[in-house]
T-cell receptor, first 114, second 113 residues
Framework: AQSVAQPEDQVNVAEGNPLTVKCTYS??????LFWYVQYPNRGLQFLLK??????LVKGSYGFEAEFNKSQTSFHLKKPSALVSDSALYFC????????????FGKGTRLSVIA | IAGITQAPTSQILAAGRRMTLRCTQD?????MYWYRQDLGLGLRLIHY???????GKGEVPDGYSVSRANTDDFPLTLASAVPSQTSVYFC????????????FGSGTRLTVV
């Protein structure tokens, strides 16, 4: 069965600094990988996905993620953090071989400090 | 604006009562899902539906039931609510199961007392 791990419950970064939110996955075969963001009292919003192709995926709001098959990782990155990026971030995975829903990680809370 | 509508927004419910959370989408998505979000546990799948007329169990289905009579609606029913079902419930949909991306509703905050 597929799974994802987000090893950090909380990430703090100063505004203007680069940010990284970590995610590792476990799935048989080549995964479909996703990042979602949740702002307070809102549903999750799609940020980006990796299906196939270039390992560096660009998404909404200046975010990007790098797929690393050897390390089974899909870390979310942004070159320069904004205070408005403060939110809860979820990594998710889907096994492409089956007709199955996404499995989400437990989430990482990002705080960007001015 | 196309999307998902969940109702109610919030509810306080007495233990033992029956409750149906409503979810409607207008995107003609085939797949729909119910997740619950709890602090420290992230999002856990309750039930899902690959297409109208079919449903499947997720990670935490006990105490919940769903139906998918048509493409647009996917109600979640708690037959006899218990305090451990206090949570925020999110409905989501996607064009195909798990792909390409989910659209989420704004959630229902349920408190069982």
């Amino acid at each position: 069965a597929q799974s994802v791990a987000q090893p950090e419950d909380q990430v703090n970064v100063a505004e203007g600094n680069p940010l990284t939110v970590k995610c590792t996955y476990s799935v048989s075969g080549n995964p479909y990988l996703f990042w979602y963001v949740q702002y307070p009292n809102r549903g999750l919003q799609f940020l980006l996905k990796y299906i196939t192709g270039d390992n560096l995926v660009k998404g909404s709001y200046g975010f990007e993620a790098e797929f690393n098959k050897s390390q089974t990782s899909f870390h979310l990155k942004k070159p320069s953090a904004l205070v408005s990026d403060s939110a809860l971030y979820f990594c998710a995975v889907r096994d492409p071989s089956g007709n199955t829903p996404l499995v989400f990680g437990k989430g990482t809370r990002l705080s960007v400090i001015a | 604006i196309a999307g998902i509508t969940q109702a109610p927004t919030s509810q306080i419910l007495a233990a033992g009562r029956r409750m149906t959370l409503r979810c409607t989408q207008d995107m003609r998505h085939n797949a729909m899902y119910w997740y619950r979000q709890d602090l420290g546990l992230g999002l856990r799948l309750i039930h899902y539906s690959n297409t109208a007329g079919t449903t499947g169990k997720g990670e935490v289905p006990d105490g919940y039931s769903v139906s998918r009579a048509n493409t647009d609606d996917f109600p979640l029913t708690l037959a006899s609510a218990v305090p451990s079902q206090t949570s925020v419930y999110f409905c989501a949909s996607s064009a195909a199961t798990g792909y390409p991306g989910y659209t989420f509703g704004s959630g229902t905050r349920l408190t069982v007392v």
